[in-house]
């Protein structure tokens, strides 16, 4: 029986969005209790506005996938992420819906392709070598954060961009403020300011003199009425630098972690590294980083697992529910249950990076680079353990992007 959204909102729970992983390995408790009881739900998110919440996997992909939701931020009925998003994020690709999206979106994606990504194995695992030759030579314990998750995605980003490595600092700083929840409007909006002012001066350069990169390929195609306007491409270099590390590095230092944590799953990567393809996959499913998106508000009247979304509401997907929904994983006689970690898993339907036509640009080389990282780590390092106990590791705790702000390991 279908609900309508004004008979539920006036009953119904509105927790706190988004919820804290009480224990750093598994979905808020809230989020699992939402999705076992089926359909949407309330919740209050920062500045005190209710908007839907979908739990359940199938729930999820309908959403991400109908056109009757928009993820355009310049609405005034979408529920943002935090104050600053319309002004840095309204009018990009991203935020624009179809046709529009798909139309720039085509530009971009080329440098992204599964062929071109696959390309580049040999210099990652040029790149992870380096990394590893660097922190063998300076002995444990060391910061695997420092030391290899965050410089692998980045130096990667930066040969495909055309960005200078030695300025990594600064694009880091600026990604670390745009992803954690606990910094400021004025804060954020100086980061931003920042930031502009580096990416303006870069793309000012490439004019000036092109080179074999994404970035000046992008000013001599798809620069002007047809495609990007020039006044967003520094903001669009920005925010593919931001989303070219900083989630590619969360997931390496998680996917390391839940690898120590589970000896028999780490020995069965090193001894069958054939399986870093599914592994990957599992560790996105598993971790599901994203922990305040996707969201949409809705453009029609649209029914969702049951529950009637009017005109102008908002709705929320939590990303680690879904992807530990039972119903769609850990369903089958045999297969190991959602919440645990099996690397062997065929978990290529997961949410993790997002679903329909606004999916992740990037997942083509986020997977490349997992797939390369983590074996070869293993391999090298076969006794790499934490240096610390489990417990005591810092993960974020009100972050757009789940991760863990140090992870000391020795050997």
């Known amino acids: 029986m279908t609900t309508t959204a004004s008979e539920t909102a006036a009953t119904e729970e509105a927790p706190f969005f988004p919820a804290e992983r009480s224990c750093p390995f598994s979905a808020p ?28 996997h199938e729930d999820i992909r309908a ?55 696959q390309a580049m194995r040999e210099s990652l695992l040029a790149i992870t070598d380096e990394l590893i030759d660097a922190m063998l030579a300076k002995g444990g314990p060391v910061d695997l954060v420092q030391d290899f998750a965050l410089p692998m995605p980045s130096r990667a980003i930066c040969t495909i961009l055309g960005v200078p490595y030695e300025d990594h600092d600064l694009f ?16 954020r909006a100086r980061l931003q300011h920042k930031a ?23 000013l001599a195609d798809h620069t002007g009425p047809d495609g990007f306007a020039p006044e967003m491409m520094p903001v669009l270099v920005g925010i593919l630098v931001g989303a070219g590390h900083e989630t590619t590095a969360n997931m390496l230092g998680l996917g390391t972690v839940a690898l120590l944590v589970n000896p028999d799953q780490r020995d069965r990567l090193r001894d069958h590294p ?47 529910a879904g992807n530990r929904d ?55 390092i076969p006794g790499l353990r934490l240096a610390i106990p489990t417990d005591e590791l810092p993960f974020k ?15």
């Open 274 to 320: 054939e399986l870093a393809p599914s592994a990957a996959e599992e560790m996105l499913r598993y971790w599901s980083i994203v922990s305040t998106d996707p969201r949409r508000v809705a453009s029609e009247d649209v029914e969702i697992g049951g529950q009637l979304v009017r005109k102008g509401e908002g709705i929320i997907v939590s990303l680690i």
């Open 172 to 187: 880091q700083e600026h990604a670390n403020a745009g992803t954690d929840l606990n910094v400021s409007h004025e804060e």
């Open 29 to 56: 408790p809230k989020y699992t209790e939402f999705r076992e009881a089926g359909g949407l739900h309330k919740v209050t998110i920062w500045d005190g506005s209710r908007h839907w919440l979908a739990t359940r």
């Open 326 to 380: 039972g119903r769609a994983f850990g369903a089958g006689e045999g297969e190991c249950p959602a919440d645990e970690l099996d690397i062997a898993r065929s978990a290529r339907h997961h949410v993790a990076f997002g679903f329909g036509s606004h999916q992740c640009l990037g997942q083509n080389l986020a997977r490349v680079e997992m797939q390369v990282a983590w074996p070869r780590l293993f391999e090298r």
């Open 63 to 117: 959403v991400l996938s109908s056109p009757s939701f928009s993820a355009d931020v310049r609405n005034p009925d979408f529920p943002l992420v935090h104050s600053n998003q319309p002004e840095h994020e309204g009018g990009l690709f991203l935020r624009l819906d179809d046709p529009e999206h798909a139309r720039l979106r085509q530009m971009l994606t080329r440098e992204f392709s599964v062929k071109r990504t």
């Open 397 to 411: 705790k009100n972050s757009i992007v789940y991760g863990l702000r140090s992870l000391p390991v020795e050997w």
């Open 196 to 218: 502009f002012e580096y990416y303006e001066s870069l793309v000012r350069r490439k004019r000036e003199e092109p080179g074999d990169d994404m970035i000046s390929r992008l």
